[in-house]
């Protein structure tokens, strides 16, 4: 029941997430593969499939600017393994938002993994526009990510894997059960922030 709550958490934690494009964040460094090389907070909007990054702090803000951005081949909590942008129009509602970032995340996690989320032990999470990042900046951009459904860190890409780089280490499955159990507070669809 703990994974479950801290997928909660996550989802809404990220599906709150502003990615409206932030003065303070920069883009993310790359090799000449493109590939991210260094750990460091970016603008999540400039982040594209392939990309690692990590959750934002527990207890934090539920609106965001930057995402810590990691090199895949170092421990992370999230993969991005789609993007793309919702059609334009007025700002749908929140549930209607994230409902939409579901609908066009899941038919592209297969192809990408290489097999269905819940046979690779991984969940997905849409990290969606919030209405103030859809109305003060016209952002429409979501981010389909990847997580360890038992929330274990992830090494390796996932891209192709079947889930095999999905592998967490016990000692960061153990450091997340302890943060985990801070946690006093069930959240609410009332933390997303605008």
Known sequence: MRSKKKSVLFL????ALALGGAACADEPS?????????????????LQAGDC????????????????????????NNEVFHVFDLDDGDFPGADEVKQLGIEGCEPEL??????????????????????????????????????????SKITGSLEGSGGAAAEGDEA???????????????????TEAE
């Open 12 to 15: 809404l934690l990220v599906s």
């Open 30 to 46: 790359r090799d000449e593969a493109g590939d991210i090389n260094e750990t460091e907070d970016v603008n999540p909007n400039t």
């Open 53 to 76: 990054f990590n959750d934002p702090e527990a207890g934090g803000t539920t609106q965001v600017t930057s995402l810590e951005a990691v090199p895949c081949d170092e421990p992370h």
């Open 110 to 151: 297969e192809g990408y993994v290489g097999a269905a989320a819940a046979d690779a032990g991984l969940a997905l999470v849409p990290v969606t526009p919030t209405e103030q990042s859809w109305n003060d900046k016209d952002d429409r951009t979501v981010l389909c990510a990847l997580y360890n459904a038992d929330g």
């Open 172 to 190: 960061d499955s153990e450091e997340s059960e302890e943060s985990d159990e801070t946690e006093t507070e069930e959240p609410t669809e009332d």
